[in-house]
């Protein structure tokens, strides 16, 4: 568990310290690689890590995981300028990469099949106080302590995890027997890559159309389907194409991926809008969030304690498609005049629908797989999701910040619009403009809003009709059961107790 609250911890705690460290390293122009080198080296690790559980050992898999990831945090925190800074994180992505699936696969084989929704429920509450408490620790660390601490806060939470597997969890699982898929490690890797820097990259440093990014997605494309052909003749494949012989394991990817990319998206620019439109600041508009984030551990908290009901793969990922549709189409009612809370408040109806389908899929996929194939599926659960986010906050970005542009150009100018947006549109940034101006932002921030919710809305569009694929399972769901103990001798019954003395003595 602390493994998986350590990677959903960082990025929202480097997030608000990244402006800071800027200031006091230097390199605006390379500030991007910051994030970009993280997200490149986690995604790309993500089913190296879970693969390498199955073949050597998770729990061991897991713990190296961790100190790799340990270690590029304490490197970051010591870098001295943008390059180094880059590496290190790059270094911290590698372990990165293996918290989420370790903790994920460790958990898929060591605890039953029973007792997995009580587990999950852990996780629903884990993750959305990661999302909410990340901005506001890593504002409080970079104003009272160093920018440094950001990076070094890791550590405690780290050391303590090391310490708790190594002494405390017994895991004796079967591991599989093959060489390892070098070649499908490479090809995997060049396509994630391909496809993460297309994400990053499309609409801000290179345009949609440029030869630059269509030759990334074409670097992306032959990769990812080389590595689709080499995996059906690999011995040893890093992910076995049988997981996708499971008609529900499939949906539930798909499934996740669409809801990675919407849950993404709406954390990322339901803020703008609160603090651009609505004028709350940065850590006000961190919290205005509570509803949405609450709304998914509540809902997770339900979810995995009734998947276990006959028709449960089917029931609640249909039931959360559903919702985020409603949810989306709430949000479009955002004007720039809606009371803060009551904004706040709407977000809450999407966030129940993710936590359905997010949990749902999670605990499918967990059900579905061989034990052997835990480490190799938790991996590709990760890994979809990580995607679905990436792809999701690059596409609908484009939208949002189309819109946007368009919205500025119409009512103040191409020049007045140019200049607004070349420098980044802050809270900071509007103080002092006329309120013409201010007013004029607010309707494009807001229309930016409705498009990316738009986006949402046919993404949970998609995943409702998509829900209906799934087949519910007869039976319980597999687990892992240990080897029966010998009988004991059977022992022979007490004599009967003919007096109350005999009858308390007996008892």
Known sequence: MLGIFLSALDGQIIGTALPTIVGDLGGLEHLSWAVTAYLLTSAAATPLWGRLGDLYGRKGAYQWAVVVF???????????????????RGLQGIGAGGLMVGALSVIGVLVPASDRARVQSVVGVLMPIAFVGGPLLGGFLTERLSWRWAFYVNLPVGLVALLAV??????RTERVRAPFDWAGVALLTTGILALTLVSSWGGT???WTSPVLLGTALVALVALGWFARTELRAPGPLIPPALFRDRNFTVAQVLGFLAGAVMIALVGYLPLYLQL?????????GLLLLPLMLGMMGTQLVTARL????????????????????????LLLLRTDTP?????????????????????????????????????AMGVVTLLRSIGGSLGMAALGAVYTA???????????????GRLTSGGLTPASLDGLPAAVRDAVGAAVTGGLHGTVVGGVLLAAAATAL????????????????PKPEPEPTKPDPEPADTPAKAATAG
């Open 166 to 171: 190594g002494v405390g969890v017994r895991l």
């Open 70 to 88: 340990l270690a590029g945090s304490v490197l970051a925190g010591l870098a001295q300028d943008m390059g180094q800074l880059i590496a290190f």
């Open 307 to 330: 998947m276990g009901r006959p028709g449960g793969e089917r029931r609640y990922p249909l039931l959360g498609g559903a919702v985020t549709l409603a949810g989306g189409a709430l």
């Open 277 to 285: 439109a609505r004028g709350a600041s940065p850590t006000a508009g």
């Open 403 to 417: 819109r946007l542009t368009d919205s500025l150009t119409e009512r103040l100018g191409s020049a007045e619009a």
């Open 205 to 207: 440093a290179y345009s």
């Open 467 to 482: 829900a209906c694929l799934v087949r519910p399972q007869q039976g319980a769901a597999r687990e892992i059961k240990p």
């Open 340 to 376: 803060i809370a009551v904004a706040s408040a709407l977000t809450a109806v999407a966030g129940i629908g993710l936590g359905l389908v997010m949990q749902s899929t999670l605990l499918t996929s967990m059900g579905a797989v061989r034990p052997q194939d835990m480490g190799a």
